[in-house]
């Protein structure tokens, strides 16, 4: 296989017994999950998915969020970000109507540095995009979002805009 990578998955592990039990798993290593993040009530799981060309995963076709059940019961991971956006890094918000997402960015990957990074929250059903920051390109870059306990606000890292390391971690009050 070379240079190929294989199916990617989303596994559920029960630490007491040691027992791991497949939630979803991707046909080939052209789609690849990242990031799984339980709802608050337990019953499901959004992830980052990405598409590329083949299975070397050299050429990305999108990042987007999916949603699965956490039982297994979906057939298909069920996408709630447009391809356009980029989505990446999810995290549920405490009452499990919205989710926190940044769009990508590799800090590493001097390619990624002529993109923005911002983020946004979407309704698990995939309506009500939000854009949560505007930095637009070359500016400061927000990453690892997650909510507070009680919802109000967002913590992030935020970056230089060109990759350069972390500057400091900020907190961002959200518009009701």
């Not at 596994?11 to 990031?35: L, M, P, W």
């Not at 505007?134 to 927000?142: D, I, K, P």
């Amino acid at each position: 296989m070379g240079d190929n990578w294989g199916p990617s998955a989303i596994e559920v592990i029960d630490v007491a017994v040691g027992a791991r039990r497949v939630i979803h798993e991707s046909a080939d290593g052209s789609i690849a999950y990242y990031n799984p993040r339980w709802s608050p009530d337990g019953s499901r799981i959004v992830f980052g998915l990405e598409t590329y060309t083949d299975a070397t995963e050299n050429t990305l076709v999108s990042a987007a969020l999916a949603v699965v059940a956490a039982d297994g019961s979906d057939a298909n991971p069920r996408i709630i970000t447009p391809p356009e956006v980029g989505a990446w890094e999810p995290d549920w918000h405490p009452s499990g109507d919205r989710i926190v997402f940044r769009t990508r960015f590799d800090p590493g990957d001097p390619a990624d540095r002529t993109e923005p990074t911002d983020l946004y929250a979407i309704r698990p059903d995939g309506t009500g995009l939000t854009a949560v920051t505007s930095f637009g390109l070359g500016a400061q870059r927000a990453i690892e979002p997650t909510w507070t306990p009680d919802g109000q606000q967002i913590v992030y890292t935020l970056i230089d805009g060109f990759g350069g390391g972390q500057t400091r971690a900020r907190r961002l009050e959200i518009m009701k």
